[in-house]
């Protein structure tokens, strides 16, 4: 089952919001920090295996700049995160789709 989730980093001023699958595991991953929430990160599980198994190691950092880096492992603990809490699909996906791009490619 696909759940999606927020929780509230305080020392970095950060908001993560994550998707997970039904083992855990981040498949998409949304970073804002920030008054202005402003979008650092809006990397995906999908696209990390690609540049990794069809592109060069150059490649793979050119996304993690671009996109940020995507938490590996499972996300247990995630509901004993400050101001953590599930959130809808819907609200994940509109997130999804303004830091994309934001961070320069459309969704």
Do not use: C
């Not at 759940?3 to 970095?12: A, L, S, V």
């Amino acid at each position: 089952m696909t759940f999606w989730f927020r929780t509230y980093n305080g020392d970095e001023d950060l908001w993560l919001y994550v998707e997970s699958d039904d083992e855990g595991w981040a498949t998409r991953q949304v970073e804002l920090q920030g008054k202005n929430l402003r979008a650092v990160t809006a990397a995906s599980l999908k696209e990390v295996l690609h540049v990794r198994d069809h592109a060069d190691v150059a490649a793979i950092g050119r996304y993690e700049r671009q996109f940020g880096i995507l938490a590996e492992g499972p996300m247990d603990g995630w509901e004993d995160q400050p101001e953590a809490a599930e959130i809808s699909a819907e609200e994940f996906e509109r997130l999804w789709t303004e830091a994309r791009q934001a961070l320069g490619k459309s969704a």
